[in-house]
């Protein structure tokens, strides 16, 4: 029998200034959508890009001296998943479906989700979980796939815990 001596090497650790690449940004939608129990699924399969936008609501304002003073009041995040393929058997792609069909409104169209920053070796930087309202765009699409374009508009509630990658859960954290 011939020995081998074997190296284990470990995922680099982040040094200072290091850029955070984009798949370490993690987005979860509850496909129960206020069920009994939260059941998240990883949104982004299909996607290229997809991004929070803040839409802030501000006011800029120039007095007679010349200065120029801005007051931000407040956001209407949102983000816009502008491809979602049906896929058999998908929880999420069962819920949007039935949204569509019964051309459901109110808080039929409410859950929750969770973003999530980690390093390049898993670490959680840190996770927020927030109230939404998701609104499906159409449905049909070219010859890809039947395509189910969503809006999720970010709704309050927003809160920090930590997010637990094998259970798909998540906890609202101390002095929240």
Do not use: C
């Amino acid at each position: 029998m011939k020995k081998m001596n074997l190296q284990v090497f470990a995922e680099p650790v982040m040094e200072a200034n290091a850029k955070f690449e984009r798949q370490w940004l993690l987005h979860y939608i509850d496909s129960s959508f206020g069920g009994s129990s939260a059941a998240y699924v990883k949104i982004g399969k299909d996607l290229e890009e997809y991004a929070v936008e803040m839409n802030p609501d501000s006011e800029t304002v120039k007095n007679i001296w010349g200065e120029t003073s801005i007051t931000v009041k407040g956001y209407e995040p949102q983000g816009s998943v502008e491809t979602y393929y049906a896929r058999k058997g998908d929880a999420l792609y069962e819920r949007l479906s039935d949204i569509i069909n019964k051309r459901s409104t109110g808080s039929s169209l409410e859950t929750t989700v969770v973003d999530i920053l980690v390093e390049s070796d898993g670490t959680q930087v840190w996770a927020y979980k927030e109230n939404v309202i998701v609104i499906p765009q159409s449905i049909g699409g070219d010859v890809g796939g039947v395509n189910i374009p969503f809006e999720i508009h970010y709704n309050g509630g927003r809160v920090s815990g930590t997010w637990d990658k094998t259970t798909k859960t998540f906890t609202v954290g101390s002095g929240e």
